[in-house]
């Protein structure tokens, strides 16, 4: 386990180095800059020049990026260009838990409604019980976003006026943008489910439970689920990392003050240490959930370990 554990760290590093890298160049690969006089009409060309050289965009984009490591080995992710008295740090770590609570709870409704809906297909195969759970996570799968962000926003916030469509002051403005969030996984996570669970109820072993008198409860919870439950555990890395980092979508519509808003705004801004920022540590996010995924799927699974 040990070995399999090291194994996936250098791994995430090494993937950790060379999106950072990607990231950096293709931002610097953009035309113009933050404070070129085509972005910032209003101000003399000359001011700019000096705004540009205090923030070390004078200089040659390798020495830039030799700077840039030399800050983030510290922690330190600098200054937005566009907040000049605040800075990345602090930006992420006062928004992030508003991210995290809304998507938090979207990770929780997703597995809480997807897992049963899948089981409960496979088990009533052909019934009304698996028509409507495919319906649903055909629906679920195939339409955006975007789409049901709106659709659910013109409906409850529009139409019927039961919710509000905007902010996090109350448990009640939770409920669209969790649902918005969690609808695709949702459908993904019934459908992996359903598929894995029938695939686990034709083996042998299940057979032979059966034959023994076995419950048909116990059957399903107990020997058939631990096995069917494997492609929803290696979804639950990606899963977990892009709901707690925040949908920019779902964040911009509802207006939840989350990372998801500022990392629009900063591409549009060109923002280059906002974007870096939120890029970094959003790609973290996703390497440490994929390992923490494969370390359960190992714990769950032991012949994932033996094989790698």
Not at 80 to 109: Q, R
Not at 151 to 168: H, I, Q, T
Request: net charge positive; proline share 5%; aromatic share 10%.
């Amino acid at each position: 386990m040990l070995k399999y554990i090291i194994k996936r760290l250098l791994a995430g590093i090494v993937t950790a180095v060379v999106l950072i890298t990607v990231a950096f160049f293709m931002m610097h690969a953009m035309p113009g800059s933050p404070f070129s006089p085509a972005e910032q009409k209003n101000v003399p060309p000359e001011v700019l020049e000096r705004i540009a050289a205090s923030y070390g965009l004078d200089k040659p984009v390798m020495e830039q990026y030799v700077t840039f490591w030399q800050q983030l080995l510290h922690g330190n992710l600098g200054v937005s260009y566009k907040k000049t008295d605040t800075s990345v740090n602090s930006i992420i770590g006062e928004h992030f838990p508003s991210s995290a609570k809304v998507g938090g709870i979207a990770v929780l409704m997703s597995l809480i409604i997807g897992i049963p809906l899948g089981l409960l297909a496979a088990v009533y195969r052909g019934k009304f019980m698996d028509g409507f759970s495919m319906v649903f996570a055909t629906i679920g799968i195939s339409i955006p976003v975007f789409v049901i962000s709106v659709l659910l926003m013109y409906l409850f916030a529009g139409v019927l006026n039961w919710l509000p469509s905007f902010g996090l002051t109350s448990w009640r403005h939770y409920i669209l943008p969790v649902a918005c969030l969690s609808f695709n996984p949702i459908a993904y996570i019934a459908r992996q489910t359903r598929s894995s669970m029938l695939e686990a109820l034709q083996q042998d072993y299940i057979r032979t439970a059966r034959a023994k008198g076995v419950g048909e409860l116990a059957v399903v919870a107990k020997h058939a689920l631990k096995n069917a439950i494997t492609p929803v555990v290696t979804y639950l890395g990606p899963l977990v990392a892009g709901l707690l980092t925040g949908s920019f979508v779902v964040e911009n519509l509802f207006a939840v003050p989350g990372i998801g808003r500022y990392f629009v705004r900063s591409v549009t801004d060109r923002d280059y240490t906002m974007i870096m920022g939120i890029v970094i540590f959003y790609g973290l996010f996703v390497i440490i959930c994929n390992l923490v995924s494969d370390i359960l799927l190992a714990i769950i699974d032991p012949r994932v370990k033996l094989s790698k």
